[in-house]
């Protein structure tokens, strides 16, 4: 099947006609996030009640992908963006489901499902209203929660596909030449412009080129690239043919880890939709131009998502990176040239296309152009993903979007970058989130996570967990990698242990800078990020649990006692009824005491104590 323009109408005529059948439209959000939450259930009972009622063929309830506002799923939208309703499911299912039926057929808003937020005498009935999402410029997201990711009718009637229509009319070159001047920079993590990686790949010798989308997303806390995959798949096919007619290739391959099963079937569906509807395959719109794509399920070492190991795992080898010198796009895939670039980046494209370069660039700062997608996780209010124009600051991003620091406690610090990233205390909460200013900072934008911390974290424990995750994950091919993040880890878990000694601070400076200049691959170049940001921001901590071996946040178990101040208890018993081992000893509107060899120094006790009478020392 070559289909055209007028049959891409058609589609888009038909789908707007079949819909405008129905009287209300229920978008349930079955993103990852939402389906751990119970989101198929209330999907599932919702059609079940419609079908008794005999309202089914009245109401459309639709799977959507992430709408973003993860903390208060399930999330299910009414009509076109008009009620936001939250957490529906989560403690009646049969109550909330009564409550949907109400507003489907008396348009009566039921107040206990909306958002509410900070002033809570105000509740919030239209997405567009919430703060969370009235903050975000959304591109890349636009139709993540609107459609339902496994029909591509509805995504041509949204314009689908129009992008590379448009494309295969233009030259090769006017296009990277759009994607050049759209300042495009690359969403995997490097940044590195996007146009300049095409013009190499199209420019190097070889009859046969591949295009790549990078989906192994590992960092922890990281979900961005799964709930696009997830979402709208469709994008990134799009964006991969244009990218395949520019470049001169006619495979492409979209590298995603098989611990995203629900990602992996959805692009499986829609690669098959889009080659049953001839967008992807031979001729695509009578163009000449062949191209198609496969799936290739990584195994989840974190080191895949670095591009030469990434092709080497396709190859069906070790996912161990190779040297630099020979760049990918000259020799990549089995020796071909080879252009890869992250799913955030592959799905801007069709919108370049669509609206053109100059509107791309009009948004973001001078070097970094565009919207970023983040998952906002940690201690914050709202977690959940975001899409905001570039040189938004930290502060927005945090406390507008997220709604701040959980039960108010003090902002601490916020990592980004995974791994590989770096944690930036509060001085720079007005910093402009971008690639150049983060890199300033010794930390990165990376794939897109954002980690935020309170004052119960403490920084050399982060640093430890991030150290522990990389030494798990390297790969060991390089010797500076391999021993000599093992050696860092070493010494601070021997810090968070009690055991520092003095000089540990300058030798984990030493190793971080050999270990950034030797390693071999971009991994193991920024593995030491977590630490030099911790000790340049924190040094204090460090400091306190070397020489006066204490823990300020009462955190590293080794280092802290829990005690009970009795002028300040009141007996409350709350701390000894969440206590999990039992440990605190009192009657009620008695003093508490804790019994230290038997506690396990969980912190229950501080964190639900509400005044203030437990003490870390």
């Known amino acids: 099947m070559n289909i055209t323009l007028e049959q891409l109408d058609t589609i ?37 009640v419609l079908t008794d009622r005999g309202l089914i063929d009245e109401v459309l309830v639709k799977k959507t992908g992430c709408h973003g506002l993860c903390e208060r799923g399930p999330i299910v939208v009414l009509g076109d963006e008009e009620i936001l309703y939250q957490s529906v499911g989560k403690r009646n299912i049969n109550e909330d489901i009564t409550a949907l039926l109400k507003t489907i057929g008396e348009n009566e808003i039921v107040d206990r499902l909306l958002y509410q937020g900070e002033d809570k005498g105000k509740r919030y009935i239209s997405p567009r209203d919430i703060p969370f999402y009235a903050g975000q410029k959304r591109i890349v997201l636009s139709l993540n929660g609107i459609i339902d990711p496994e029909d591509i ?44 990686k095409w013009r190499s790949c199209r420019v190097a010798h070889g009859d046969i080129k591949y295009v790549v989308a990078n989906g192994d997303e590992g960092d922890p806390g990281a979900f961005m690239d799964r709930s696009l995959m997830e979402g709208n798949p469709h994008s990134i096919i799009e964006g991969m043919i244009i990218g395949g007619y520019a470049i001169g290739s006619n495979q492409g391959f979209i590298y995603v880890r098989d611990e995203y099963p629900l990602a992996v079937n959805r692009l499986i569906k829609a690669i098959e939709s889009a080659r049953s509807y001839g967008l992807l395959g031979k001729n695509i719109f009578d163009s000449g131009f062949d191209f198609d794509i496969k799936i290739f399920r990584g195994g989840g070492a974190f080191v895949c998502g670095e591009s030469t190991a990434l092709m080497s795992s396709i190859e069906g080898k070790s996912g161990e990176p190779r040297a630099k010198y020979i760049h990918t796009v000259e020799k990549g895939l089995w020796e071909k040239p080879t252009n890869l670039n992250n799913v955030e980046t592959w799905a801007c494209v069709p919108h370049i296309i669509n609206k053109g370069w100059n509107w791309f660039a009009s948004i973001g700062t001078p070097n970094s152009k565009g919207t970023k997608v983040f998952s906002l996780v940690g201690k914050v209010k709202n977690t959940g993903l975001i899409e905001v124009p570039m040189g938004i600051t930290l502060r927005e991003i945090i406390y507008d979007l997220g709604g701040g620091i959980r ?21 720079y909460l007005e910093m402009p989130v971008d690639f150049d200013s983060l890199t300033r900072l010794g930390s990165m934008m990376g794939s897109g996570g954002m980690i935020v911390m309170d004052e119960r974290n403490c920084m050399v424990d982060v640093a430890r967990y991030f150290l522990k995750f990389l030494v798990e994950e390297s790969c060991g091919k390089c010797t500076p990698c391999r021993e000599g993040v093992r050696r860092m880890f070493e010494i601070v878990n021997r810090i968070c242990n009690g055991e520092g000694k003095k000089g540990d601070i300058q030798h984990l400076e030493e190793l971080a800078h050999a270990i950034s200049l030797s390693s071999l691959c971009g991994l193991g170049q920024s593995a030491p990020n977590p630490v030099l940001s911790t000790i340049k921001y924190f040094r204090d901590e460090y400091i306190l649990h070397i020489e006066d071996k ?31 081992v039992k440990c605190i000893k009192g009657a009620k509107k008695e003093v508490h005491v804790i019994d230290s060899t038997l506690c396990i120094k969980c912190g229950t006790c501080y964190d639900v104590c509400r005044f203030n009478a437990v003490t870390i020392e």
């Open 12 to 48: 888009s005529l038909r789908y707007i006609d079949a819909m405008s059948k129905y009287s209300k439209i229920i978008k349930i959000c079955c993103g990852t996030g939402c389906v751990s939450s119970g989101a198929l259930k209330v999907y599932e009972e919702l059609k079940r």
């Open 153 to 196: 009718e509805e995504y041509i009637s949204k314009g689908g596909y129009r992008a590379l229509y448009k494309a295969l009319l233009m030259e090769p070159e006017e296009i990277i030449e759009w994607v050049e001047k759209s300042g495009l920079r690359g969403r995997g993590g490097g940044g590195f412009p996007t146009g300049t």
């Open 407 to 427: 039960e108010d406690k003090k902002f601490k610090a916020v990592q980004t970058g995974g791994p590989s990233g770096g944690c930036l205390p509060e001085a």
């Open 550 to 580: 204490k823990c300020p946040a009462g955190v590293c178990k080794a280092l802290i006692k829990f005690s009970i101040q009795p002028d300040k208890c009141t007996g409350c018993m709350r701390c000894a009824m969440e206590c999990p």
